[in-house]
C-alpha cells in the first residue's frame, strides 16, 4: 500500500493545519526536529494514517502508517480552532478542507494595514 498525495498535516500543539502537496514540499512547513518529536500527525489524500521517518534534517521514510485519531477528527478541531463552525457530517475530506480553506481566504487579511 502506498502513501497518495497530498498529505494532510496536524500539528498538535496549535490544531493548526496544511497540505504537503509533494515529498519536495515536505520541509516547507515543517521541520525536521518537530516531525521526530512527534508534534505533528499526517494523513494522506485517502485518510489513511502516515509515517514520515527523518533523520539529519532528511526524509529517509515515509509510508502508511497509524494515526492517532482520524483525519476528519482533525478537520473539525482545525476548524474549530480557527472559528469556523464545522459543516456537520464530512462527506468528502477534501471538499472540507476545500470549504474551510474558502471560509479562511475570505477573512481579511492581517497585518499592519489591516489595522488602518
Not at 494523513?43 to 492517532?68: F, N, Y
Not at 462527506?91 to 492581517?110: D, T
Request: zero cysteines.
Amino acid at each position: 500500500m502506498s502513501v497518495e498525495y497530498p498529505i494532510f498535516v496536524f500539528e498538535k500543539d496549535d490544531h493548526s493545519m496544511s497540505l504537503i502537496e509533494d515529498e519536495s514540499r515536505l520541509f516547507y512547513h515543517l521541520e525536521a526536529i518537530d516531525i521526530e518529536n512527534g508534534e505533528y500527525v499526517f494523513w494522506d489524500a485517502k485518510g489513511g494514517g502516515v509515517s514520515i521517518q527523518v533523520a539529519e534534517g532528511k526524509m529517509i521514510g515515509l509510508g502508511p502508517g497509524p494515526a492517532e485519531f482520524p483525519l476528519g477528527d482533525a478537520l473539525v478541531m482545525f476548524a474549530k480552532a480557527e472559528g469556523i463552525s464545522p459543516a456537520g457530517p464530512i462527506a468528502s475530506l477534501i471538499e472540507e478542507w476545500n470549504r474551510i480553506q474558502g471560509e479562511l481566504s475570505r477573512r481579511p487579511k492581517k497585518g499592519i494595514l489591516s489595522r488602518l
